[in-house]
């Protein structure tokens, strides 16, 4: 085999390398405009005639931000390399070879040998098994989710051969695919040729959990499954930010501007030009770059108070940059099993069509299964026959599974891809036919009663799948010699499979209604001809390397799948998690729009949406199913232009049909619906919907579920929040925040979602007014001074500002608190004035200027006049100027603080004596002399009165005419 044209089985998820690391980082930091537009102030300070003050004054800031973010992303990257070099130097035994090799080296073609809870290095094919009928199982929760351990199988035509004849075997394989539920090969070996299913496979990143194994590789690194279906998620930009950066750019219009005015009134010189630059540089602080320190740290500190919060527990935040983004959802996507409902399977409900059982009568069931075999003669004929069906229907259950029993610590448990599987096995023990051992060829049943074990031989099994719904196998009954073919499967395809009936719609309908996941099981005896002829038809297509399945399914059609006898439906119930209706309730109450999108069926969607109150008392539930044309199809919503409280029931085949042909006409209908459920929803519809959603929208759409099917939609939200469940931890790790029951997503966006938004943006606001007011002052300054760009505050007065004098007070706001946590909980409509953008809007950001504008000429202006521009008496303007502005700053903190804690009044504290115990420092920007004086104290504090005392008095008169929802709450 030609190993040169198989890439590498070297993995790697590092995002840099030694060439692109610094590039990378640039880009995702300068492609923000507000830290783009520092970098071209710093670099300014390159030219002399540009510079101002101190170089260090604007290379430091920068550098800081810089620094921060490339040690955080090294760190992550050295993190990933740490792994990656850990699992590319794991030794695998090379059969030919005598020491092991590395992983990273191994290649197409090669023969490994395996053992016990080692990872498989790459796409395999399983040739041999240390068990003598070629089982193993493995564990493939890593790859798609699913904790339950699979079945994999030796090809027959190399279980038993030596290690020489091995390496004989040639494999033809399909192209790599994304697949992991299907592959396409053949097995030949002497001129025999078996053919290879997913069923022969081990993939890449999967298990091995018994015994040792032989397998052969087929494809390594960027080819695997595993590789295929890791897709690097960009990296997510909160709504805050982009709301910044574009106010960001109203700053940058509104200092060139005033950089122009001010040189236009002294006139265009030759120099004009740099003159223009200066004053750009001087009023550079206007869009400060401590602005992205900030929000990063908080978003930091966000994560830390999500993580810890004992109301939630085993909460992981995996995406720290959009917390904020938690107090903006309007959308809600949510997948309904194991997300709504605990994916806890219970057998409740049996019906025959004549009769159903359960509850207490389910022990009816249970007699006629004890009674044995056959019935007494002196029971009377309709019950025997009844007796003799519902045996016939338990036995079916016992047998048409994938369902194998395993002792795992001496605890016998049962593995199988599907819970509802488990669910039936267990019930059919309950009842009195237990599963005793099964392997891929035999299978055990023990009857309770009589001790007496009943052997089956597995001729065939055609296993379930998402495209035909169903499952079977072909038995022969060792003790009475008959075969059997067992099916089991949705009643959409199984209606048309099994014998004329007439209440098998209605009765699925019925217990759907009730909340139950429903199955039609059904059989029929086969000859012994029939067979044969089908087993030869059957390996004839299973061999085929084009339209392998569409040729097998026909085969298994034209057989087997019709005229067979309708034994009965099975009913099991998957309850709802803990407090599901009482958080959608709550969420509905908060605005949030909330869709359910599933693969169950119609009317077992509707009743959990009714159970878990997705869909209100009395509301009006529009239903439509089975579209197959795209003519007319818009007339079937248009009930809802006019009737937008209504919910919307829609099954997946319509679904798709509108959003192939009428896109646009159908979400600018059901976006505006309180409730959207949509059943038999492929995964990729799941995540076009969340796709759409936000185009048509341009809202937060949230997505959570708990399952490898709900990757992809989670991937798409704005934010993906993943349920770590009984599916595995697939769309937990793939997800930005991780929790472990639905109830808590409440506490995620009232509560920590509320607080994130609220926080950042006031801390947002404030860092612009600290980095405005400064620049007023500024301004206020040249203008005096006939318009020369000289610099006011200089060296390390600017770095200071910014940093030890103001920034542990500002930086305290992202642990205020408007509201207690139950008045968000008790008042969810308060949540709807987040998503209505108010604490950051243009309204807010211009008051803020306003404000700065104010300040500042009050701050600067008034210390002119008590001092006089003379140059010789620069330092004690500077001196009243800069106190002015640090009280100021501290004190406007405070009044913005809405729950003090003791971090916040230290720090305000803290940073108070920090100035002034550093002012003894600043002889060369201060007169120290002047500073001690009463003249100084007396001017000071009539510049801080002034200057705070209508900001006070117009927040106070507003609260008291206008006051916030948040503050009408707290006084009742």
Known sequence: MDTLEFPSNAISNAKYNAFSFIPIILYEQFKFFFNLYFLLVALSQAIPPLRIGYLSSYIVPLAFVLIVTMSKEAIDDIQRRRRDREQNNEKYEVI????????????????????????????????????????????????????????????????????????????????????????????????????????????????????????????????TRQAMNTTKTGVKTGLL????????????????????????????????YVDIMRFLILFSTIIPVSLRVNLDLGKSVYAYQIERDSSIPETVVRTSTIPEDLGRIEYLLSDKTGTLTQNDMELKKLHLG??????????????????????????????????????????????????????????????????????????????????????????????????????????????????????????????????????????TVMSKIVQQNDWLEEETGNMAREGLRTLVVARKELSKNLYETFKQKYQEASLSMTDRDKQMAKVLAQYLEHDLQLLGLTGVEDKLQQDVNSSIEILRNAGVKIWMLTGDKVETARCVSVSAKLITRGQYVHTVTKLARAEGALRSIEYLKTNKDAALLIDGESLGLFMTFYKQEFFEIVIRLPAVIACRCTPQQKADVALLIREFTKKRVCCIGDGGNDVSMIQCADVGVGIVGKEGKQASLAADFSITQFCHLTRLLLWHGRNSYKRSAKLAQFVIHRGLIIS?????????????????????????????????????????????????????????????????????????????????????????????????????????????????????????????????????????????????????????????????????????????????????????????????????
């Not at 022990?363 to 019950?383: L, M, P, T």
């Not at 103001?806 to 409509?829: C, G, H, I, Q, R």
């Open 96 to 223: 030919g070879l005598i020491d092991p090799i590395p992983s990273k080296n191994l290649k197409c073609g090669d023969l490994i040998r395996i053992h016990k809870d080692c990872r498989v290095p790459a796409d395999m094919i399983l040739l041999q098994s240390s068990e003598n009928n070629g089982e193993i199982f493995i564990k493939t929760d890593q790859l798609d989710g699913e904790t339950d351990w699979k079945l994999r199988i030796a090809s027959p035509l190399t279980q038993n051969l030596s290690l020489d004849n091995l390496k004989e075997v040639i494999i033809t394989t399909n192209p790599p695919s994304k697949s992991i539920h299907s592959f396409l090969g053949k097995l030949t070996h002497n001129n025999r040729t078996s053919p290879l299913t997913v069923d022969n496979t081990m993939w890449a990143n999967t298990v091995l959990a018994s015994g040792s194994a032989i397998g052969i590789i087929i494809y390594t690194g960027s080819d």
């Open 354 to 491: 004549t009769v159903s059982y359960a509850g207490d009568t389910m022990d009816i069931v249970a007699d006629y299964v004890k009674d044995g075999q056959d019935v007494k003669h002196s029971i009377k004929n309709s019950r025997r026959d009844l007796g003799n069906r519902v045996r016939d229907l338990v036995t079916t259950l016992a047998i048409c599974h994938n369902v194998t029993p395993t002792v795992d610590d001496g605890e016998l448990t049962y593995q199988a891809a599907s819970p509802d599987e488990v669910a039936i096995v267990k019930f059919t023990e309950s009842v009195g036919l237990s599963l005793y051992a099964r392997d891929r060829h035999s299978l055990t049943l023990v009857h309770e009663a009589t001790h007496q074990a009943i052997q089956y031989d597995i001729l065939q099994v055609f296993p379930f799948n998402s495209d035909t719904k169903r499952m079977g196998v072909v038995v022969l009954d060792k003790k009475k010699d008959e075969l059997w073919f067992m099916q089991k499967g949705a009643d």
């Open 776 to 972: 007023v002052c500024q301004a206020v300054y040249s203008i005096s001074s006939k318009f020369e760009p000289l610099a006011l505050y200089q060296g390390w007065l600017m770095v200071g500002y910014a940093t030890l004098y103001t920034m542990a007070p500002v930086f305290s706001l992202v642990l205020d608190t408007d509201v207690n946590e139950s008045l968000a909980t008790l008042y969810p409509e308060l949540y709807k004035e987040l998503t209505e953008a108010k604490s950051l809007s243009y309204k807010t950001f211009f008051i803020y200027v306003l404000v700065s504008l104010y300040q500042g000429i009050v701050i600067q202006g008034l210390s002119q006049l008590f001092t006089g521009l003379d140059e010789a008496l620069f330092t004690k303007m500077v001196a009243i100027s800069f106190s002015a502005l640090i009280f100021n700053e501290l004190i406007m903190v405070a009044l913005a603080i809405n729950t003090w804690t003791k971090t916040m009044f230290f720090s305000e504290l803290i940073t108070l004596a920090i100035y002034i115990g550093s002012v003894p420092l600043l002889s060369d920007y201060f007169d120290l002399k002047f500073i001690v004086s009463l003249k100084f104290f007396w001017q000071t504090l009539s510049i801080i009165a002034i200057s705070l005392f209508p900001v006070w008095a117009t927040k106070s008169i507003n609260r008291k005419l206008r006051p916030p929802n948040y503050a009408k709450v707290q006084q009742t």
């Open 241 to 272: 930010e982009l709301e910044i950066n574009s106010l960001s750019k109203i700053l940058c219009i509104c200092v060139f501007g005033l950089s122009i005015i001010l040189v236009a009134c002294t006139g265009f010189t030759n120099q004009w």
